[in-house]
């Protein structure tokens, strides 16, 4: 009986280092991306945005978008929704380029080639997109995206 204590006790322990560490490693990343995301270029915005949602990183992907994009939704909110619709979805980036930015004023345009692949998409799809970016305070952040179909 008390040996059965003992590994259900281990395995609490185990538990529980688990927990604390992905507290840690999730809090230094979203601190990285808070200050290293704040990035002076459209195309670094845009790169941050796409390697966080790539990592799973949904908080530091919110970062990079205006209130907007995000339709309203707190950093939490919008971060689990993204969550649900890649864990269902099965999405998953597996490449992307970024373009150079054409800035105009507090406006920025930034081609994106994507490579992604989902529940329908087993194989990948390439796709190109369109980052439409304003400058808020100071700061580039993506305000919508629009996905082009092979005769745009």
Known sequence: MKKNLKVKKDKDIKTINIITLSIFFC???FLAGTVYGTSSTPEAVVTNFYNSIK???YN????CI?????DGK???QWAVSWEKVCKVGKVEILNFSVSPAKIDGDRAIVEVLLKSKDIFNPEGIEE???DSLV?????W???STEVLTGDE
């Open 27 to 29: 809090t230094l990343f």
């Open 55 to 57: 990592a799973g990183n």
């Open 60 to 63: 530091n992907a919110y970062t």
């Open 66 to 70: 205006t209130k907007i994009m995000s």
């Open 74 to 76: 707190t950093m939490e």
């Open 128 to 130: 190109k997109e369109i």
């Open 135 to 139: 400058r808020e305070n100071g700061v």
């Open 141 to 143: 952040k993506i305000d």
